[in-house]
């Protein structure tokens, strides 16, 4: 089972997952059939991953619900400091 079906399962199924996202219960239905999330989630356009890891309490992360979706994904430093 992936992050990604895990933390649906956790949060009790579509509907309250797309709750917590703002999104409707079929476009989790679609994320969890393809494996991922849109590209957005790489663009910086929506925050689904994040959502979900508040909602968890941290059980699941945004990193590891972004790096299951996207294997090449990588995070990217919040501040030059961290370079």
């Not at 494996?35 to 925050?47: A, D, I, Q, V």
């Not at 890891?53 to 030059?80: D, V």
């Amino acid at each position: 089972m992936s992050p990604l079906e895990r933390a649906v399962a956790f949060l009790g199924g579509y509907t309250p997952t797309a709750r917590i996202c703002g999104v409707t219960f079929m476009t989790v239905g679609r994320w969890v059939k393809r494996g991922r999330f849109p590209r957005t989630e790489l663009s910086g356009e929506t925050s689904y991953a994040a959502k979900i890891e508040r909602a968890l309490e941290g059980k699941i992360t945004e990193e590891e619900l972004l790096s299951s979706c996207f294997p090449n994904w990588r995070k990217s430093p919040k501040n030059s400091s961290e370079l």
